[in-house]
């Protein structure tokens, strides 16, 4: 069974600052990982994926995200937080053959200036 | 997201009252999903559907749900004798670029509120 743990409903960062938001999963085999931003009454926009290509991929808007297999992670990161990206952030996972993704619970991105 | 449209967006009903939601995806595309946004709890995948076919509805509530995908039409997920813990935000998603990796190209979603 697939199942995502994201560390954080709320994260909090300064303009310019690093921002990590972190995914964990679980799969019994090698699944596809993805990363969604939700601005307010909207809905979902993919950011990045991984489907067993590079470990390190990049997405738009700047974020990236490493597949760590060894700590079973997909964490997101960006190295310069932008107002605009204050938004709700859902990691999923889908197991190879299943066809329907496993979402996380979000992570709130709050940004400072 | 004109790939998938859903209406209607702001949906109010009283308590035992039948909510509609309609999805609509751009041409060409015979599978949907319906997932469910609750506040706090991210989204619960409810019900995968092909024209004319449930392919899976493991997520959909036992009672009170239901979910269909005519020949021709919008997908429908009707909800009945509604309550106030079905307040939440319904979402439509076709599969998106990847070829069955499970991602998903999303509408803005339906707004029901119970009173």
């Known amino acids: 069974a697939q199942s995502v743990t994201q560390l954080g409903s709320h994260v909090s960062v300064s303009e310019g600052a690093l921002v990590l938001l972190r995914c964990n999963y679980s799969?019994?085999?090698?699944?596809?990982l993805f990363w969604y931003v939700q601005y307010p009454n909207q809905g979902l926009q993919l950011l990045l994926k991984?489907?067993?290509?590079?470990?390190l991929v990049k997405g738009i808007n700047g974020f990236e995200a490493e597949f760590k297999k060894s700590e079973t992670s997909f964490h997101l990161t960006k190295p310069s937080a932008h107002m605009s990206d204050a938004a709700e952030y859902f990691c999923?996972?889908?197991?190879?053959?299943?066809?329907?993704?496993?979402f996380g619970r979000g992570t709130s991105l709050i940004v400072h200036p | 997201n004109a790939g998938v449209m859903q209406n209607p967006r702001h949906l109010v009903r009283r308590r035992g009252q039948e909510a509609r939601l309609r999805c609509s995806p751009m041409?060409?595309?015979?599978?949907v999903y319906w997932y469910r946004q609750l506040p706090e709890e991210g989204l619960k995948f409810m019900v995968y559907?092909?024209?004319?076919?449930?392919?899976?509805e493991s997520g959909m509530p036992k009672e009170r749900f239901s979910a269909e995908f005519p020949k021709e039409g919008p997908s429908i997920l009707r909800i009945q004798q509604v309550v106030r813990g079905d307040s939440a935000a319904y979402f439509c998603?076709?599969?998106?670029?990847?070829?069955?990796?499970?991602?998903?190209?999303f509408g803005e979603g339906s707004r029901l509120t119970v009173l």
């Open positions: 999923a996972v889908s197991e190879r053959g299943s066809y329907i993704p496993t």
């Open positions: 799969s019994s085999v090698p699944p596809y």
């Open positions: 991984y489907t067993s290509a590079a470990t």
């Open positions: 041409k060409g595309h015979s599978h």
């Open positions: 559907l092909q024209k004319e076919n449930i392919i899976d």
């Open positions: 998603a076709i599969p998106g670029t990847g070829a069955n990796t499970g991602e998903l190209f």
